[in-house]
């Protein structure tokens, strides 16, 4: 059982930036894959980036790569998600997520989610 909490979201201007936080508690919670993934309203939830629990294996999107950094503080238990250069199109829920399995892509590989946080990109 891994309990996901995200922080950091709000209001960002196109070309800046936002740090993401997802704190996450639990007997195990090192132990699984981290993941961000995003949702506007009316369209699928979108991969982001995910991250393996020792932080070795680390996959983004294309629409992530070069922009956003992943990463994690495993004696926090909490992962991050660097937002740099925002566009419009970045606005969004962000979700955290946990799952077993390294390097998925698809959101029901992953077991558990946080409650989303909202990232809101405007000129």
């Known amino acids: 059982q891994v309990h996901l909490v995200e922080s950091g979201g709000g209001l960002a201007q196109v070309g800046g930036s936002l740090r993401l936080s997802c704190a996450a508690s639990?007997?195990?919670?090192?132990?699984?894959?981290l993941a961000w993934f995003r949702q506007v309203p009316g369209r699928e939830r979108e991969f982001v980036a995910t991250?393996?629990?020792?932080?070795?294996?680390?996959y983004y999107s294309d629409s992530a790569k070069g922009r956003f950094n992943i990463s994690r503080d495993i004696d926090k238990n909490t992962m991050y998600l660097q937002l740099n250069s925002l566009k419009f199109e970045d606005t969004a829920v962000y979700f955290c997520a946990a799952g077993l399995t390294v390097a998925l892509t698809e959101s029901n590989g992953y077991a558990y989610w946080g409650q989303g946080i909202q990232v809101t990109v405007s000129s």
């Open positions: 991250i393996s629990w020792t932080g070795s294996l680390i």
């Open positions: 639990g007997p195990t919670a090192d132990r699984f894959a």
